[in-house]
């Protein structure tokens, strides 16, 4: 499996169709979209919009689904308002983090702990999930789309990971964040995680699970893979790199309060309509989600399917 991104293209991920097609199936998805303003007008970029036509093969109406139900979403939970204070008791054991390099195609990269699961807080966890994507996504350069999820299965046990979070975190990463993850590297998962994958798999559409990849520190395949791309002076011991720190919370705080600054900025791009607007969409009935994936849907259709909020029920601690 190649580890770079999956594409040649500058965004990052797959694409078949030539600059001028992809751009009028853009052009097609913002009329089925509508006006926007504020910060959903700001979150719908060319670049967006593509990420979520690639998910969906470029298919614009299930696309243009797609996107409703993200944006509905992002209404409701506001992820781009969570702050550091907001999750900082769930961070303490660094059980997620992004680390303080990128991979040598540039895209940033959050480094998983499931030992070090610390609370039992549902909307918590929830929130730091997400307050960790966001994060990693205004770290992005501007060619880029994609992130690295470094998994570090050292100390782990079943009870780490219950199936529901495994579900709930696909849920999140498919529906609200498609085509951000570049690949993800499970690293020295044991034995007793497979049976664990066999249930978890089909959890992941075909094109999510394609981007996992196991590796592991005896096999000088996974080591020549993980030089490839990273320059390991830079990463972690547990993933065979030469940093031996531990993690260190207080430092990390530092970081993020640093990032919340840029996060405060990056929405704030479009004048003071981010902040004061409310954007014209949240009154669209089209924003409602379907349950229906027929391409024969009218472009006028109501979505009724309510937004689920997914739950991370994780009991187990670092």
Known sequence: MSTGPTKSTPNGFENSLRPEEEQNKIDEMRKLIGPLSGKLALYCSDASISRYLAAQSWNVKKAAKMLKASLKWRLNFKPEEIRWDDVASEAETGKIYRSNYKDKHGRPVLVMRPRCQNTKSVEGQMKYLVYCMENAVVHLPEDQ?????????????????????????????????????????LYDAPKIFEPFWKLAKPFLDPKTASKVQFMYSDDPNSKKMMEE?????????????????????????????EDDKKLSAFWKKDDNSASNAQPTVSADPSLEPTNSDSDSDSDSEVLNEKVEKPSLDVKCEC
């Open 145 to 185: 789309e994609e992130m690295i999820w470094l998994v570090d299965f050292h100390g782990f046990a079943l009870s780490n990971i219950p199936i529901k979070v495994t579900k709930e975190t696909a849920h999140i990463l498919q529906d609200y964040y498609p085509e951000r993850l570049g690949i993800a590297i």
């Open 229 to 257: 791309l990273f320059d390991m002076s830079l990463v972690e011991s547990a993933f065979g790199g030469d940093d031996k720190a531990d993690f260190d919370v207080n430092k990390y705080a530092e970081r993020m309060r």
